[in-house]
């Protein structure tokens, strides 16, 4: 089995950064791609970046050339930098795996961690 816990949320004002970050334990699994997601309660559950096993990433529009996705020395470890900072940020993230193609979206992933919040004031 594979658990996903997800820590370095918080409260930033607008402009500011965060890095989240995702440990992975449990028995090994071969995920052909892992992502970062978001949700606002009364939405759906919004994918924001995606990187996969060769190292291709994929980012949501409204993030592009502000968040960062990247995997750690260890390969049990996602992070998330996430840079300039909008109110419209704040949300519960995510991290997830899966074996499919990396794309955003929710429901092409198997594995989910427990969401840790984020908050950006202005």
């Known amino acids: 089995q594979v658990q996903l816990v997800e820590s370095g949320g918080g409260s930033v004002q607008a402009g500011g950064s965060l890095r989240l970050s995702c440990v992975a334990s449990g028995v090994s699994y071969s995920s052909n791609c892992m992502g970062w997601f978001r949700q606002a309660p009364g939405k759906k559950r919004e994918g924001v970046a995606t990187i996969d096993s060769d190292g291709r990433t994929t980012y949501a529009d409204s993030v592009k050339g502000r968040f960062n996705i990247s995997k750690g020395d260890a390969k049990n470890t996602l992070y998330l930098q996430m840079d300039s900072l909008k109110p419209e940020d704040t949300d519960m993230y995510y991290c997830?795996?899966?074996?499919?193609?990396?794309?955003?979206?929710?429901?092409?992933?198997?594995?989910w961690g427990q969401g840790t919040q984020v908050t950006v004031s202005s």
């Open positions: 997830a795996a899966g074996q499919y193609a990396c794309s955003l979206y929710a429901p092409g992933f198997e594995y």
